[in-house]
């Protein structure tokens, strides 16, 4: 919690995902970052905040380029197609969306 003590306006919601994801009481997301390494929690997180994700906001997709992840590339890959949306594979395995 320290960590962002310097940061007003920053709560910490501790808990398991997607039980807590009511929690957040943000209106308008402009940055989500998912790096759970479990696709279920990953694709709730996802769902749960895409309407209040604004327009030009971001989602990072880490373990989205690895292997090991697969199971998370193929679950985005359908979230993407449902939403019309293309993540963008960076080289350093992650993925990126930026809602239009």
Known sequence: MQTFAAFPGVEI???IVP????QVTS???CYL????NNTAP?????QHFWDRLVSGGMIVLDDYGW????NQKIAFDQFAEAHG????????????????
């Open 13 to 15: 919601v501790k808990g």
């Open 19 to 22: 039980d807590t994801l009511d």
């Open 27 to 29: 209106d308008a997301i």
């Open 33 to 36: 970052s998912l790096d759970m």
């Open 42 to 46: 990953e694709i709730a997180a996802a």
């Open 67 to 70: 292997r090991k992840q697969i």
């Open 85 to 100: 949306i293309k993540i963008l594979s960076l080289p350093t395995g992650q993925g990126l969306i930026i809602k239009t």
